[in-house]
């Protein structure tokens, strides 16, 4: 049992000694490299031609986000002359040049691997981007009557001149720059067409599955815009501007208007890329950096088509043969319908034994929704208590919450409003469930709640029962297809206990004593409880016990875990170590990382589960935690960590690992100078790619009613 006090929150974390600044790797950096990653799986020509066509556009989407959350971050410390150095001992502007240099050869890396393999080979089979002036006089007959009826009429083309200043540009729009020459007077003026967001991206010709782009639509039809009027000349550029950076808030009267007011907010945030074509004239590129106020690094020369992440409406096409085969998530064994199609009491699972789910693999429809779904309508459970963090447009999670207050049940949702990107859905998801009745918290001032929890109180014959889910990944029925995640279902009643606490301390708004049982949290006793196993782990190691640490997470950034982790390493600790994005940490540094190995596994799914294995001189401890190893998550987010202790589940967490330590086609290993290496089976090694085997142990599983 641990008592909390809040003396104990300050952060434990602290600027590492300048001698000690080589030993990490820059984040900003290592971010980078994890995207040149994805890329990589566009040019795996044994790929179908939609997953090489997908991976490009997520390597679009992962880079806008960096420019607005971490170039944003940068460009707001150099603004506010903050000179500070980062654990890899670079200043702001040393950071922003080290982007710079790194970003152009992946721009220019990325359209190579799409005009020169990914799109011809979507041609060959069928799917084709089409310049406009490429097409025949019926198709353009045909994208002339498409402009008419539903481009002309949302138009409005913004001149500059004396009288009309320099329109605004909104984040991530994509826009034309016009020149035009007024004949009476033979003055050349600056025009801006926002190409509409509200419509398809690509346009699809008649015949087959042919598109061509809406800016070039547009384009072809500019004198219908600018009437009596001569045009010269139009070329496509693309604004990114800066998103909110982690900061530690200060207390706010009214936390929802706070966050309605900074959406309204990032709109006019500062511009921190212009993204141009190579063909764009320098006196148009000049005068668009000027009214911008962005500087010469900040322009980026780009092949068309700009905005890569409008491919997703390509790669989503209804072309099943240029994709991989569908993966349908199966019904965990215990949870599947019997034959008569009757579907078991979770409860009634649950109660008799912890069940571990993995998505997508195993699925969150016939899982956590449904646990939430009959919840909501037993007349047995007197309460139910979430976390939401992200959440689907249209949530049958949410949806449960709100039958379930409709029915009179006790329902309390601690809702982040400050989950990035995501804050205007989550405001309408917390309107909704006051409406509904929800007692509705948004959790402690100046930390984001990014634990996830759902906690359900029955009533049973021998009184109240909680019956509790603790996940690496978000009530959201969307990414669960998508994302790799784990998550627990418990009938134990101290981790139940420790929920209620861990709820009561976030509806309250308090940081104030806790006392608990199983869970780690953080900011309280999470950074505490993991140093503590390293060091356990040295100790054993050095008494001869024999000491081994597994840690899978998305990223490795807290410098103090890494000094940990280079401590247990120096001593011969066996340490490997799975990170999906961000790696600081150096292996195989002579008398410091040799016994650490670092991997990464890039596949058709994203990994983000993170399971924590501290071997303890074989009494082994299994971890899930919805935190990576960051400092964000340690001192500045409410996150939980939960033992798996049933023998049977830490067999199944211990073959996950074991599979993705031994994938040899989708995993990367990282090198002491920072860089990448992609794995191959050696001659006469098996082929292992982790993904797939865990696809076929699911089905497996599930035909074997295990």
Not at 339 to 344: N, T, V
Not at 588 to 611: K, M, Q, W
């Amino acid at each position: 049992m641990t008592t909390l006090d809040p003396r104990t929150l300050a952060p434990e974390s602290g600027p590492e000694p300048a001698a000690e600044e080589s030993l990490l790797l820059s984040r900003e950096l290592s971010w980078l490299e994890f995207n040149r990653r994805v890329l990589h799986e566009a040019e795996d020509a044994g790929l179908p031609a939609l997953e090489r066509l997908k991976f490009v556009a997520i390597f679009g989407a992962n880079l806008d986000e960096f420019f607005m959350k971490r170039v944003g971050g940068l460009k707001l410390q150099l603004a506010g002359g903050v000179d500070k150095r980062s654990p890899d001992g670079r200043t702001p502007a040393e950071q922003l040049r080290a982007i710079t240099d790194a970003v152009r050869p992946l721009y220019v890396h990325q359209r190579s691997v799409l005009l020169e393999q990914v799109l011809p080979e979507l041609t060959r089979q069928g799917v084709e981007l089409v310049r406009y002036r490429a097409t025949s006089e019926p198709e353009r007959a045909h994208l002339a009557r498409f402009f008419d009826a539903m481009v002309f009429p949302i138009l409005t083309p913004l001149g500059l001149d004396t009288s009309h200043p320099f329109p605004f540009i909104s984040n991530l729009s994509l826009s034309l720059a016009v020149a035009v020459r007024d004949p009476s007077s033979a003055e050349v003026r600056f025009a801006r067409v926002k190409v509409p967001q509200s419509l398809p991206r690509w346009i699809q010709l008649p015949d087959g599955f042919r598109f061509v782009a809406l800016e070039e639509v547009i384009a072809e039809s500019l004198e219908r815009l600018f009437p009596g009027q001569e045009l010269l000349e139009s070329y496509a550029f693309r604004v990114t501007r800066a998103a909110d950076v982690e900061r530690h808030e200060e207390p706010d009267d009214d936390l929802l208007e706070s966050v309605q007011s900074e959406l309204r907010e990032r709109r006019f945030a500062s511009v921190v890329r212009l993204e141009v074509v190579p063909d764009m004239p320098q006196w148009m590129r000049s005068l668009l950096a000027d009214e911008l106020e962005v500087e010469p690094a900040d322009v980026y020369e780009v092949r068309r088509p700009l905005a890569t992440r409008d491919l997703f409406q390509l790669a989503a096409l209804p072309l099943p043969e240029l994709k991989e085969r569908p993966w349908r998530p199966v019904a965990p064994a215990r949870l599947a319908p019997a034959a008569d199609g009757r579907e078991p009491d979770p409860f009634k699972v649950i109660a008799q034994g912890d069940l571990l789910v993995h998505h997508p693999y195993d699925s969150f429809a016939g899982s956590v929704q449904r646990f939430l779904q009959v919840a909501a309508a037993d007349p047995a459970v007197l309460a139910i208590k979430q976390t939401l963090y992200r959440t689907a447009r249209d949530s049958a999670v949410v949806q449960a919450l709100i039958e379930a207050a409709e029915r009179g049940k006790q329902v309390a949702v601690l809702v982040e409003l400050k989950a990035s990107f995501d804050e205007a859905r989550n405001i309408e998801w917390a309107e909704a469930l006051e409406g509904a009745g929800a007692h509705v918290a948004y959790g402690v001032v100046g930390y984001k709640t990014h634990a996830k929890i759902s906690m359900v109180v029955r009533q049973e014959a021998h009184g109240l029962r909680t019956y509790t889910h603790l996940a690496t990944g978000n009530y959201n029925t969307d990414t669960a297809e998508l994302y790799t995640d784990l998550g627990l279902f418990t009938a134990d009643p101290a981790i139940g206990a420790d929920a209620a606490k861990l709820f009561n301390l976030l509806t309250s708004g308090h940081l104030g004593e806790i006392a608990l049982e199983r869970l780690l949290v953080a900011p309280v006793t999470m950074r505490r409880g993991i140093l503590d196993r390293i060091e356990r782990e040295i100790a054993h190691h050095r008494a001869g016990a024999g000491g081994r640490i597994i840690a899978k997470m998305n990223s490795l950034e807290d410098a103090q875990i890494v000094a940990a982790l280079y401590q247990a390493s120096a001593v011969g600790v066996p340490i490997d170590l799975l990170v999906r994005g961000v790696c600081r940490l150096r292996p195989g540094l002579p008398d410091r990382s040799e016994t650490i190995r670092v991997r990464s596994i890039v596949g058709r799914f994203l990994e983000h589960a993170r399971i924590f294995y501290f071997g303890n001189a074989g009494r082994p401890e299994y971890f899930l935690s919805s935190a990576d190893w960051m400092a964000r998550n340690l001192d500045w987010r409410v996150e939980a960590m939960v033992p798996v202790a049933a023998p049977e589940l830490q067999e199944e967490l211990a073959a996950i690992l074991e599979l993705q330590l031994a994938d040899n086609c989708k995993a990367w290993e990282l090198a002491a100078d920072g860089s990448w290496r992609q794995l191959a089976p050696a001659p006469g090694e098996p082929r292992c790619a982790s993904q797939e085997a865990l696809m076929e142990r699911a089905l497996s599983r599930s035909a074997r009613g295990l």
